[in-house]
């Protein structure tokens, strides 16, 4: 069974800090991995994704990959209230087409 | 931005109907897929489809379900006989490939409810 796996949370921050979400994997062959945002009761929304081993900065987010431990990260930079919701890792074998996906970790930034 | 659009947004059915889901991929794009996220729970993978052909099923994915592409627009998810436990938001994603580079950009899903 593939899994992904996430701290469920909560993670609270203060408005401006940096917020710090994890997730590891067990598949080896894991291509690309994806992070996705879901406030309650809506759908997920891509943030961003990465595939090659390091740091992958867009804005405030920064996604980084660590394939032979098995981990990705993302961090979120001077994080708002806004960003408050349930951050879902997402992984993508080479040979199929599916995301499995972590449970997510929800993140409560405070103003 | 162009975007995946799903109806209903809501759908309350008897236990035992049929339920069929709908989804506008994105113009460009070639492949399509469902997931469903039961209350609390992760995001499931239920079906890809591309080319006119499911490419890849999960084990949820059973003779209950079925999926369409019944004209150049539209993708649909028809579940023949539903139960209580299919109950879920049903989401439907689509991408321009199946490669590494090309993410999937879900919907707004649709919330069914059975009775």
């Known amino acids: 069974q593939k899994e992904v796996e996430q701290n469920s949370g909560p993670l609270s921050v203060p408005e401006g800090a940096i917020a710090s979400l994890n997730c590891t994997y067990s598949?080896?062959?894991?291509?690309?991995f994806f992070w996705y945002r879901q406030y309650s009761g809506k759908s997920p929304e891509l943030i961003m994704f990465?595939?090659?081993?390091g740091d992958k900065e867009d804005g405030r987010f920064t996604a980084q990959l660590n394939k032979a431990s098995q981990y990705v990260s993302l961090l979120i930079r001077d994080s708002q209230p806004s960003d408050s919701a349930t951050y879902l890792c997402?992984?993508?074998?080479?040979?199929?087409?599916?995301?499995?996906f972590g449970k997510g970790t929800l993140l409560t930034v405070n103003p | 931005e162009p975007e995946v659009t799903q109806t209903p947004s809501h759908q309350v059915t008897q236990m035992g109907q049929e339920v069929i889901l709908r989804c506008v991929p994105i113009?460009?794009?070639?492949?399509f897929y469902w997931y469903r996220q039961i209350l609390g729970q992760k995001v499931e993978f239920l079906v890809s489809?591309?080319?006119?052909?499911?490419?890849?099923k999960s084990e949820i994915f059973d003779d209950q379900f079925s999926v369409e592409r019944p004209d150049g627009s539209n993708f649909t998810l028809k579940i023949r006989s539903t139960k209580l436990e299919d109950s879920a938001m049903y989401f439907c994603a689509s991408s321009e490939g199946s490669t590494r580079y090309q993410p999937q950009h879900f919907g707004d899903g649709t919330r069914l409810s059975i009775l």
């Open positions: 997402a992984v993508k074998g080479g040979s199929n087409y599916k995301l499995t």
């Open positions: 113009s460009n794009h070639l492949y």
């Open positions: 990465i595939y090659s081993n």
């Open positions: 598949d080896r062959g894991s291509q690309s």
């Open positions: 489809f591309y080319n006119n052909e499911i490419s890849e």
